[in-house]
């Protein structure tokens, strides 16, 4: 498994145990804990913590952005699982300007396919996908 990739997965899997446990456990720690348990040898170990917690940081922005791009969806609705994939394809889309578009909308679907549901990646594509459109001339502007 790529790099990045694990990173991205561990993210998540990070992210899906603070928002199961309703965050009441310190996300670092839990992030710690499975960078040890699923990422020995991970080279990249601060793109996992930049992710998650860049994502914890900008949550309130992100959540709103789930709201606004999936109106008939609300986020309590939405399972832990997709609810944690979008929030990583929303910050890396958002916030991070190193990592292409489409490969922060590619690698939240493979996520969400690997651990979702049987429709996730189809939703998390329409969802990330419908983002993009909306931010496609700005995003045009910055590459």
């Known amino acids: 498994m790529a790099n990045r990739h694990l990173a991205r997965t561990i993210a998540m899997q990070s992210l899906f145990e603070w928002d199961f ?22 080279d990249d170990t601060e793109f996992a913590k930049s992710l998650t917690l860049g994502v914890a940081e900008h949550m309130d922005e992100i959540n709103k952005i789930i709201v606004d791009t999936a109106p008939e969806w609300p986020l309590d609705q939405i399972t832990v699982v997709d609810r944690n994939v979008l929030r990583l394809g929303i910050y890396e889309l958002m916030f991070l300007k190193d990592v292409p578009p489409k490969v922060a909308i590619n690698e939240a679907v493979e996520i969400g396919k690997a651990f979702g549901g049987e429709n996730s990646g189809k939703f998390i594509n329409g969802v990330l996908g419908t983002l993009y459109k909306k931010l496609e001339p700005n995003l045009d502007n910055e590459t």
């Open 21 to 42: 446990n309703n965050q009441g456990t310190e996300l670092a720690s839990i992030l710690d804990h499975n960078v040890e348990q699923f990422g020995p040898g991970l």
